[in-house]
């Protein structure tokens, strides 16, 4: 297993479509990097923990001169971004389903410390609403200073 304390492991010149794909790691196996490697996808190390995100944005914006970046992965990866305050926009397809699940995962999973708050300081002001084929809705809110 890899676990790196640096942020910079391998940017590679290629890209997919046009953009860049980057992951940002914890610690990972010598395996994956290679698999990554194979598929153009670029990464940077978040510190041993994955979880020094602010400082892994800092080496993507420096070194691929990332302006905006699309968070992809699910309501944990979502929380541990909010909880950094990198997060500026929540975009949400809503689909016409219901399943009934019990527990299942949210739009934001935070898992961290009890009584620890991801989303402190921070509110959310619709900025976008719009209804598409087939009765699904496109919502987009931005992520604001929270008033007070």
């Not at 010149?13 to 992951?23: E, K, L, Q, R, S």
């Not at 914890?26 to 994955?50: I, Q, T």
């Not at 691929?64 to 971004?81: D, R, S, Y």
């Not at 009765?135 to 929270?146: K, T």
């Amino acid at each position: 297993m890899r676990s790196a304390s640096i942020h910079r492991a391998a940017f590679i010149t290629a890209n997919i479509g046009g953009d860049h794909v980057v992951a940002v790691l914890g610690k990972v196996s010598d395996a994956y990097l290679a698999e990554l490697r194979e598929d153009g996808v670029s990464y940077v190390f978040a510190g041993p923990n994955g979880d020094d995100l602010p400082r892994a944005m800092e080496e993507i914006a420096s070194l691929l001169g990332v302006k905006t970046l699309l968070l992809e992965g699910g309501g944990k990866i979502n929380g541990a971004f909010l909880k950094h305050k990198l997060i500026d926009e929540f975009s949400t397809l809503i689909h016409p389903a219901v399943d009934g699940v019990a527990g299942a995962q949210s739009i934001v999973d935070y898992h961290g410390p009890e009584g620890d708050r991801p989303g402190s300081g921070q509110s959310l002001r619709l900025a976008h609403c719009e209804t598409l084929e087939g009765g699904v809705v496109w919502l987009r809110h931005a992520v604001e200073r929270a008033p007070g």
